[in-house]
């Protein structure tokens, strides 16, 4: 007997799932499959099923085997992009959104570029031409990071990005330079070690695991049940996740 499917595939003008399988898929996974099969070029990635989220609440964590069909799926996103996840010199960064069968805008959680840190951003750097570009890339996801996974409060990193402004004399962010940028970094790890007593993930494939759970969360949190509340919406359905 074949183990349950949790992850679906979409890339290479090839999906595995389609908009029928809205329940499943969740709308923006059900919608990004279709477009993948009726030839847009979506870029290439995975989503994780509403099932595996159902399961993630009955069951306090994932079910048997999802971590090992995610390692799979990413092994064939990186065969497709030509980029590795963990890679110093051309890496893959992914985003990390929700998706529910009846969409809910605003109320879940998203994290973009996972796979950031310390070596691949030189990677980025290198690749685009361009540090300010990759550094600013760098300290916006460890707040976002910061913010969604480890629950830190979004304000306190905007409070050391206006000091940062303020010493150097400027009132728009775009007027920092990669230095600037390098330093705000630094002080966002500080505070996440501080606030959380444990460095910032550095490992990619970490990033994205406990990213995976903080959208599963995000299913069940105050405004997201306020919302269904006020719309009717099951509270059942559970999330995708993409």
Known sequence: MNAKKYVYFFGDGRAEGSARMKDLLGSKGANLAEMTNIGIPVPPGFTISTEAC???YANDGHPDGLEDEIDENLTRLE???????????????????????????????????IGLNDESVAGIARGAGNERFAYDSYRRFVQMFGNVVLGMEHSDFEQILEEKKRSRGVTMDTELDSDDLKDLVSRYKELVEKETGEAFPDDPKEQLRTTIDAVFESWNTDRAITYRNLNNIPHDLGTGVN
């Open 54 to 56: 159902i399961h993630y």
């Open 79 to 113: 065969e497709i992009t030509g980029k590795r996840f963990d890679d110093a010199e051309n890496p893959l960064l992914l985003s990390v959104r929700s998706g529910a069968a009846i969409s809910m805008t605003g109320m879940m959680d998203t994290v973009l570029n």
